[in-house]
């Protein structure tokens, strides 16, 4: 007969002194319960939408019942094999402020939850940039006292998995904290909150000098043939890379800095960037799928009412890579759109701003993002009359943002406001004249600043020659006389063009062409 303990004897014990020995020593053999744990983004001051359904979800030990309780409602879920918990709370009307409590073997306790509209905004640097950092920001710091707007910022984490939580916290718009925020971001929801009078929560997921491909899963990507070529050079220079190699390379680079730095130090001169570290390519924020995995991923299925994107610039370096924009930028719309189980989920993006650059693609990635309004549900700011020539960053990110609020208001909230510039609907060649159809001419299709500018004719030789065009009829109608039997019209076609079509909102029209080479 084994004894109770391989520890102890029981030898003279006492039979109660004996059982409780025993009990210890099985108590110590049992698995440790492991306390109920949620993602980072739900915490305290953290806003859930109105009017829909708000999933909780968080870890436990396995089958252990997790209950949650907000405003008034509680519901339980029990973990399965994996410690994963979901539950679906009932929508909420009030605004709040709400407490949350999720209860397992130990309890959390979640502050200030506000009911409102909730956006997640992302993309590259555009995105990323804080309102410090935007125009009139003394000015813009001194009127943000807006409590119920708050900000999640993803702490920037590029990963070669899907990752089940990130890293990041909800903060309060203030004016000791707006400084932080994504510039587009807030000004897009400072007008929704305005509009709305609700509370409005912004997701920031973004990392600035990124392509769209790190920002889409690799489940989507693999089997385009469209993306072969770029996936096979990915897993090349993965192949390729030697880490002893990388990193003897490295420390050779570093002394020579190192050397060079105290020179222009001795000299008084700026001393050179520190050489960057090796990275393994499959873990550079430029590699396929990262940003989806490690900052995307997260996220889901906190509850969003749709996407704003500002991004493409690292996509803009070639008409090769512009082109392929227009595959990759539904593909991650429908990406996102499926993980979200929203087939139709609200997204609007940025079309690229005017920048002088020696990068072919910039009107290319600009049609892309015209031609994937074909998607339901979405929306586009033109922005071709508020960029800066010299700076890739322009600090007008009010602007940005308003138009942004303008697609939401109308599209999303059903206000009966004009949201777009004139949109290209169509051509007709008339003799030796090409008419133009738009779509979004609110109050009329305007000049403004003189006499139309931007656009140019061709004829079956593509060769386009500078054109008069006019407005007439609420169409336009475009001629150059060295052009006698006109094929097709370009307008705003170049990387910083100075194309000056309106309506008679003041809301620039987009660049685009008739034909396709």
Same mark, same amino acid.
């Not at 994937?372 to 922005?383: A, D, E, I, Q, R």
């Given at each position: ?7 102890? @004897? ?94 397992? @073997? ?103 000098? @990124? ?21 096979? *050079? ?83 370096? *070639? ?61 586009? @700011? ?136």
């Amino acid at each position: 007969m084994k004894k109770p303990c391989n520890l102890l @004897t029981t030898s003279g014990l006492r039979p109660k002194l004996c059982f409780l020995l025993a009990g210890l020593c099985t108590l110590s053999a049992a698995p440790a319960r492991a306390d109920v744990r949620l993602p980072a983004i739900i915490s305290d001051h953290m806003v859930v939408p109105r009017d829909s359904a708000i999933p909780i979800w968080g870890w436990a030990s396995a089958a252990e019942q997790v209950t949650v309780a907000l405003a008034g409602q509680t519901k339980t879920a029990k973990t399965g094999a994996d410690g994963k918990w979901l539950v679906n709370l009932d929508p909420l009307h009030s605004a709040g402020p709400h407490t949350l409590t999720v209860t397992g @073997t130990n309890m959390l306790t979640i502050q200030d939850v506000l009911v409102g509209e909730v956006w997640l905004a992302s993309g590259q640097s555009n995105m990323e940039m804080t309102v410090s950092g935007s125009r009139d920001f003394d000015k813009e710091q001194a009127a943000s006292d807006l409590p119920q707007i708050r900000m999640f910022t993803v702490r920037r984490h590029p990963s070669r998995e899907p990752q089940s939580d990130c890293k990041g916290t909800w903060r309060i718009c203030a004016p000791e904290t707006v400084g932080a925020f994504s510039a587009t971001a807030y000004f897009f929801g400072k007008e929704l909150h305005q509009k709305l009078g609700v509370p409005v929560g912004l997701v920031n997921s973004s990392f600035g000098g @990124t392509p769209i491909e790190a920002w889409t899963s690799m489940e989507v990507q693999r089997d385009r043939p469209e993306l072969k070529s770029l996936l096979a *050079s990915w897993d090349k220079r993965a192949a390729d890379y030697n880490p002893e190699a990388a990193k003897a390379a490295y420390e050779k680079q570093l002394a020579k800095w190192k050397e060079v730095a105290e020179k222009a130090k001795a000299e008084g001169k700026t001393a050179p960037r520190v050489p960057p570290r090796p990275i393994d390519p499959s873990e550079q924020s430029h590699h396929p799928a990262v940003l989806f995995n490690g900052m995307i991923a997260p996220l889901v299925p906190y509850a969003i009412r749709g996407a704003i994107w500002y991004q493409g610039e690292s996509n803009a370096g *070639s008409a090769q890579s512009g082109k392929l924009y227009g595959l990759q930028l539904p593909l991650l719309i429908n990406d996102w759109r499926a993980r979200w189980g929203r087939g139709d989920f609200p997204f609007a993006w940025v079309q690229l701003p005017n920048y002088k650059t020696t990068g072919k693609g910039w009107p290319y990635v600009r049609e892309a993002m015209l031609e994937s309004l074909s998607l339901p549900k979405t929306g586009m @700011t033109v922005n071709i009359d508020i960029g800066d020539e010299r700076d890739i960053h322009p600090k007008n990110k009010q602007d940005i943002g308003h138009r942004l609020a303008l697609w939401a208001l109308a599209e999303v909230y059903g206000q009966k406001i004009a949201w777009s510039g004139p949109l290209p609907a169509g051509q007709r060649v008339i003799g030796r004249t090409v008419e133009l159809s738009f779509t979004h001419t609110d109050g009329g299709l305007v000049a403004k600043d003189g006499e139309l500018r931007g656009f140019t004719i061709a004829g079956a030789d593509k060769q386009s020659r500078p054109a008069l065009a006019r407005i007439e009829d609420n169409k336009i109608i475009v001629a150059c006389p060295d052009v006698k039997e006109p094929v097709c019209v370009r307008y705003a076609w170049s990387d910083n063009p100075g194309g000056n079509l309106y309506n008679g909102a003041g809301l620039p029209a987009s660049p685009f062409r008739t034909d396709k080479d």
